[in-house]
């Protein structure tokens, strides 16, 4: 039975709160005509603090190339995901040689080779292991790297598999994005990462991964997503989101009745959500009619570190396991993203006792 250990998330150093973040929208952009709304839009996200990367200060520079946000994004994602990965070979108690396959996702990089490499030679992982670097499964990266790694173990019921997710939004602010969803981006987004250890077996507590899913809503490649513009990656979601969202609830619970363990109930007892944004999780917890409380982990998670991206069912996870559900509890980790897809696997909390 695949099991994931404990994640360990590594955040940056420069803490950002978002007074800092509408202040500095003032100072650049003074004579825009929509300050006052942008101000009320970016509270709204209900984000209080993010990390950067790099200072606040920083950002949003007229003269910055795409080459210096390439060379800067892969030195700060690489340090962020090699702390992040450290510490969870240690909170798992394996050593890197014992390390089977890794799975990297990172919605912000196109460098190639990409950190997997960079990775299993810092981590000192085994020439021969096999690595799955994903960049473009956006949000949707955390659930897809555990759900990858369940499959893995689940084939080799020996093997040790390690997720390692890395996000760094904050070098893909451009000073021309004048619009709301850049505003939006802006007042959303932080930057972090985290890494996890899947296996057969774990000491202590865990979660036993039991089954995946996922659904794409037809015809919505263009609701959310990036694009390479002039000066760099850009970020853009239309207000489909929400509907596109929707429409594939249904699916998820059509799928959480079919695949129940007998003689149990369908309806999740705790959820670990990516946390997309405020009216993400309430669409979520509409369709599939869970009390609000039941995403409370995730939008502590938003209020204190921002929309991570593939990193954020990780720190969702991070504050499950410090504020576990009772042994045996039937759990949902979930997230959404570009496509418009829903990512789900099932999961069993074990105290480890």
């Excluded at 929509?34 to 209080?48: D, P």
């Amino acid at each position: 039975m695949p099991v994931i250990a404990a994640p360990v998330i590594a955040l940056p150093r420069h803490q950002v709160t978002v007074d800092d973040i509408i202040d500095r929208i003032a100072e650049l952009y003074p004579d825009h005509p929509n300050l006052e709304r942008i101000s009320n839009i970016v509270r709204a996200t209900s984000v209080r603090t993010r990390w950067y990367v790099r200072p606040l200060a920083e950002q949003l520079r007229w003269n910055r190339s795409l080459s210096e946000q390439s060379r800067e994004h892969l030195h700060d994602s690489l340090e962020l995901a090699e702390r992040a990965a450290q510490g969870a070979l240690r909170e798992a108690g394996v050593k890197p040689e014992e390390v089977d396959a890794i799975v990297v996702t990172s919605a912000t990089g196109h460098t190639m080779p990409g950190i997997d490499v960079r990775l299993v030679q810092r981590l000192g992982l085994p020439a021969s292991v096999r690595r799955i670097p994903v960049t473009q499964m956006g949000c949707n990266g955390g659930v897809f790297g555990i759900s990858t790694a369940m499959e893995l173990v689940a084939a080799r019921p020996q093997a040790t598999v390690l997720v390692v997710c890395a996000d760094v939004f904050s070098h893909y602010h451009h000073p021309a994005g004048t619009g709301l969803d850049a505003m939006i981006f802006r007042g959303l987004f932080g930057d972090a990462a985290g890494a996890c250890v899947v296996r057969d077996r774990v000491d202590g507590p865990h979660m036993e991964l039991i089954s995946s899913w996922e659904m794409l809503q037809a015809d919505s490649h263009d609701v959310v997503g990036t694009r390479t513009a002039d000066d760099g990656l850009q970020g853009y979601s239309s207000r489909l989101l929400l509907k596109a969202v929707g429409n594939v609830l249904p699916r998820l619970k059509d799928w959480l009745d079919s695949s129940a363990p007998p003689g149990t109930s369908s309806a999740p007892e705790f959820i670990v959500s990516h946390t997309g944004g405020p009216k993400i999780l309430d669409a979520l917890a509409d369709g599939l009619g869970c009390a609000p409380e039941m995403f409370g982990l995730a939008r502590d998670s938003l209020r204190d570190v921002g929309n991570v991206g593939s990193v954020s069912v990780l720190e969702v996870m991070e504050r499950t396991f410090a504020k576990p559900p009772a042994e045996g509890a039937q759990g949902l980790v979930l997230s959404a993203g570009p496509g418009v897809s829903l990512m789900a696997v099932r999961a069993v909390w074990r105290d480890g006792v």
